[in-house]
């Protein structure tokens, strides 16, 4: 764990780890399942992605999977786009076969670059079940670590900017961000800060938050590596 990311508490937040094969399989069989059974229309778009369909999301999860098959095993990376001939079942299939490989790479030396697999593709299934409007799961093999990720991201860009800790809050359990004494404390359910984490909650909805003094000053630690809030929401608070 990060030095300045320092756990208080039972760890009922990100909960137990779980291999990374069997949150990313989770994952496949999720995004399947909710394709599938519900026969969504693939143009239909995904909020939490500016300009994306669901089905650009799922040739980005194809496509992710090809190259984070190069990164585990040292094979160069297919970058090539899924054909466009591909219908959405197809596409799916193409994911779980990617995924096969996946899997046996992530158990034998998947490591943060894993992590960071699983995070990618777990975010996404919460964006195609905030776009399908289906409900979040109670829980998931994959939330762990992706949390981890999310939260090591935030302490990284809230050492950047030079602004004393905050504490992230979730019931009992509690993540001191920073390496100093927390200034502010913010609770919240785990999804709304997961979704925060993730660049998928304006500022204001963020500002929304448990916060137990004036948040504004941490509001720019959530701009960090991939994500920035959106400029109006994308989705609603649980």
């Known amino acids: 764990m990060d030095a300045n990311l320092n756990e208080v508490g039972r760890p009922t937040l990100r909960g137990t780890r779980v291999p990374n094969q069997v949150s990313y399989r989770q994952v496949r069989e999720n995004v399947t399942e909710l394709l599938l059974a519900g026969r ?5 778009p995904v909020p939490a992605c500016p300009e994306w369909s669901i089905r650009d999301l799922v040739e980005h999860l194809v496509g992710v999977a090809a190259l984070g098959i190069g990164r585990l095993s040292g094979w160069p990376a297919d970058s090539s786009r899924p054909s466009t001939a591909m219908d959405l079942a197809e596409l799916l299939e193409e994911w779980a076969r990617l ?17 960071i697999l699983v ?6 299934e919460l964006d195609l079940r905030f ?3 289906t409900p979040l799961p109670d829980e998931h093999p994959a939330f762990a670590g992706a949390f981890g990720v999310l939260a090591a991201g ?10 004393p800790g905050v504490r992230l809050s979730v019931g009992p359990t509690q993540w001191t961000v920073g390496d100093d004494e927390p200034a502010a404390t913010v609770h919240a359910d785990r999804f709304d800060l997961y979704r925060s984490l993730a660049g998928r909650r304006t ?3 963020i500002a929304e ?8 000053r941490w509001l720019p630690a959530f ?14 608070a649980r």
Do not use: C, I, N
């Open 119 to 124: 995070m990618d593709a777990f975010t996404h």
């Open 223 to 236: 701009t960090w590596g991939p994500f920035t809030p959106p400029a109006s929401p994308v989705e609603r």
């Open 99 to 115: 995924g096969e490989v996946a899997d046996r790479l992530l158990a034998d030396h998947g490591g943060r670059a894993g992590t």
């Open 131 to 133: 776009a399908l409007g």
């Open 209 to 216: 938050l448990g916060w137990d003094r004036d948040s504004h």
């Open 40 to 44: 969504p229309d693939e143009r239909s």
């Open 203 to 205: 500022h204001e909805q």
């Open 154 to 163: 935030f302490a990284a860009s809230v050492a950047a900017h030079h602004l």
